[in-house]
């Protein structure tokens, strides 16, 4: 049964906006706020209230319309029961026909960016499965759809993931080497996990791969800065703290001034 909330037009635009901002870059901000306007711009009684039935429906609307941005708003509405009841089938759907309509959009903006994230979120669906569309869990595929986003679309959450499964025996074989240039992959876009996860295979050496304690806890320390505030936060914490802690002090400090030194790069991620 759908839930019926009424809707403002600011709050239906701050809706389907917030959800592709969370996956778009600051230089993108502008063009999602755009693509979001006009989306809104579909809602009946726009300058007023409206309904939450009349909300999804513009939603579907425009989601038959072919546009990918409103079909990643209902897929994650569907998904967390956010103005609907939670329905895997139906997220599952939104996300496969993003995947599998626009796998050719071009490589870089906002659009670029659903696309990825909908294959990582297949990814996910595929990994545990989805009875209700007989769709039984398929570990290989998960692993085609992460590797898909990570190469062709080049997403930093899917080069993370990638790079976290060849530490995996039920993943991609542990292959630590593989791990670390994955996750370098990813760190170097700002993912502040992947900074952390390679920070301490850097900071403690790992298969073929000699300590290097200053890069190490480099990485540490971004991702102490970038991840701060979220629910990472502890974790990141953890690891840099037990780096710290066994570090020589030289080390650390040349280690602080150079995340300082290159922190503003990752300012724009």
């Given at each position: ?200 295979m850097l900071f403690n050496g790992i298969e073929g791969l ?60």
């Amino acid at each position: 049964m759908r839930k019926s909330p009424a809707f403002s037009l600011a709050s239906a635009v701050t809706g389907i906006a917030l959800s592709v901002l969370l996956i778009a870059t600051p230089a993108q901000a502008q063009t999602a706020a755009d693509a979001a306007l006009d989306l809104a711009n579909m809602l009946d009684g726009a300058g007023g209230g409206v309904s939450g039935d009349a909300y999804l429906s513009a939603l579907e609307n425009a989601a038959a319309a072919g546009q990918p941005m409103a079909m990643w708003q209902l897929g994650t509405m569907y998904e967390n029961g956010e103005g609907v009841d939670k329905d895997p089938v139906k997220a599952f759907g939104y996300f496969a026909q993003i995947a599998n309509e626009h796998a050719e959009a071009p490589r870089r903006g906002v659009e670029s960016d659903i696309v990825a994230q909908s294959f990582v979120k297949m990814g996910d669906y595929y990994k545990l499965g989805v009875p209700g569309a007989g769709i039984p869990a398929d570990l290989e595929r998960s692993h085609d759809l992460l590797i898909h986003a990570a190469t062709v679309f080049g997403d930093a959450e899917a080069q993370y993931r990638v790079g976290l499964l060849y530490l995996q025996e039920d993943g991609l074989g542990i292959i630590p080497l593989q791990s670390a240039r994955w996750l370098s992959l990813a760190a170097h876009k700002g993912h502040c996990m992947a900074q952390a996860r390679l920070g301490d295979m850097l900071f403690n050496g790992i298969e073929g791969l000699q300590a290097q304690p200053v890069d190490g806890l480099m990485w540490l320390n971004l991702s102490h800065d970038r991840c701060r505030g979220t629910s990472d936060q502890a974790q990141v914490d953890e690891l840099l703290n037990r780096a710290s802690s066994i570090a020589r002090p030289e080390d650390r400090a040349n280690a602080a001034a150079l995340a300082q030194s290159i922190a503003p790069q990752f300012a724009g991620f």
